[in-house]
């Protein structure tokens, strides 16, 4: 029995209440993982404010002039995930920026064909390089599972520190 198959498109601006409705669902469990790591006071102080403006950058990823290429993946006409890339003409890097699968198509290999859509976007556009940048937390695993998955396979890893003052 075979996977069934989604498509990707280029994104438009009717497409922009499905993607915030996939992007809110699929981060909150992180946003929720990132309070549960840091604390209600620190992530209060030094980490809401990020995730609650992640709203209004995925509108200007959107924008025309933002520099960054938005696809969505479809199933069978239902678009169940983004993925935003950026392809640098000056440094020939290419770079996943937010992209999202909603969690209720997750699992199924999906986020990693979409990643594989992007790199190949990068190879057409002559990149020498694809980057993406992912959290080392537990729930980022399943991204960075799905970045493996996809032939990201050289790592420099980040730790974000902090301490109540």
């Known amino acids: 029995m075979s996977r ?3 498509t990707l498109r280029p ?3 009717d497409d922009a209440t499905r993607l915030q409705e996939i992007r809110k669902a699929a981060f909150e469990p992180i946003f929720t993982s990132f309070r ?3 604390g209600d006071e620190i992530y ?3 980490q809401e404010k990020e995730d609650r403006e992640q ?3 995925l509108f200007s990823l959107l924008a025309p002039e933002s520099g960054w290429d938005v696809f ?3 199933l069978t006409g239902l678009v169940i995930g983004f993925i935003s890339v950026q392809l640098n003409r000056d440094t020939y890097v290419g770079e996943i920026g937010l992209n999202a699968i909603h969690p209720d198509y997750t699992g199924r290999g999906f986020g990693t064909t979409m990643y594989n859509f992007a790199v190949e976007q990068m190879r ?3 990149m020498r390089v694809a980057t993406v940048a992912t959290g080392g937390d537990p729930s980022h695993a399943p991204a960075r599972q799905a970045y493996r998955k996809a032939g990201f396979s050289v790592e420099i890893s980040s730790v974000w520190m902090c301490q109540a003052l």
């Open 4 to 6: 069934p198959k989604i």
């Open 11 to 13: 994104a438009n601006s």
């Open 36 to 38: 549960s790591i840091l």
């Open 44 to 46: 209060e102080l030094a």
């Open 55 to 57: 709203e209004a950058l």
């Open 72 to 74: 969505t993946a479809e």
């Open 124 to 126: 057409q556009g002559e």
